[in-house]
């Protein structure tokens, strides 16, 4: 069970704009930033948005990041079939000596 | 250019011990701290830990604190991941990552990860 809980799945059509959402709590999200990352088949996870909605160098502006209270969200837009991979969020939480979480993960198919 | 390089897989019986290692180049790599990262397979990222090479102080996730040991040696820019017997449910590839900033706590962006060490626990 991760601290983290996000939807384990969605989907889109190419074109298409989806959002993949992130709940935690006031010791994580509520006080911390939000970082996410994706991961492609077989490979490292990469960092896609970082500090809530900014996007390292490289990233496309297809990719976006919000967050209000103690939720967050990832939106992808003009959805393409590379943007098929896992998808998670992060944070770090507070709690006992401050380490960071992640969620689940949600697997993204563009049908 | 950061780099993060991994030892490679590890094919291991339960019960052996092992040391897996991570190595950082084209930055200073006393001031910046490394975290480690499990996927099991075909499971989602797990935090493990965190430790500033600079002083060895050592954070470790709930999960994981006393079942692996984190360390580093600076003298050759290396981290280190350890088990002294492991179990079949230690099977997982297991990543390095650095963060953007020197500080890991309030924001913990992992921006640079190794390849990933796979490693595999079967009698």
């Known amino acids: 069970q991760s601290v983290l809980t996000q939807p384990p799945s969605a989907s889109g059509t190419p074109g298409q704009r989806v959002t993949i959402s992130c709940s935690g709590s006031?010791?994580?999200?509520?006080?911390?930033?939000v970082n996410w990352y994706q991961q492609l088949p077989g490979t490292a996870p990469k960092l896609l948005i970082y500090s809530n909605n900014q996007r390292p160098s490289g990233v496309p502006d297809r990719f976006s990041g919000s967050k209000s209270g103690t939720s967050a969200s990832l939106a992808i837009s003009g959805l393409q079939s590379e943007d098929e991979a896992d998808y998670y969020c992060?944070?770090?939480?507070?709690?006992?000596?401050?380490?960071?979480?992640f969620g689940g993960g949600t697997k993204l198919t563009v049908l | 250019e950061v780099q993060l390089v991994q030892s490679g897989a590890e094919v291991k019986k339960p019960g052996e011990s092992l040391k897996i290692s991570c190595k950082g180049s084209g930055y200073s790599f006393t001031s910046y701290w490394i975290g480690w990262v499990r996927q099991m397979p075909g499971k989602g990222l797990e935090w493990m830990g965190i430790?500033?090479?600079?002083?060895?102080?050592?954070r470790y996730s709930p999960s994981f604190q006393g079942q692996v040991t984190i360390s580093a040696d600076k003298s050759i820019s290396t981290a280190y991941l350890q088990w002294s017997s492991l179990k079949a449910s230690d099977t997982a590839m297991y990543y390095c990552a650095r963060p953007a900033v020197p500080y890991c706590g309030g924001d913990c962006s992992l921006v640079y990860w190794g390849q990933g060490t796979l490693v595999t626990v079967s009698s």
């Open positions: 430790i500033y090479p600079g002083d060895s102080d050592t």
């Open positions: 006031s010791s994580n999200i509520g006080s911390n930033t």
């Open positions: 992060a944070a770090w939480d507070d709690s006992l000596n401050g380490h960071v979480v």
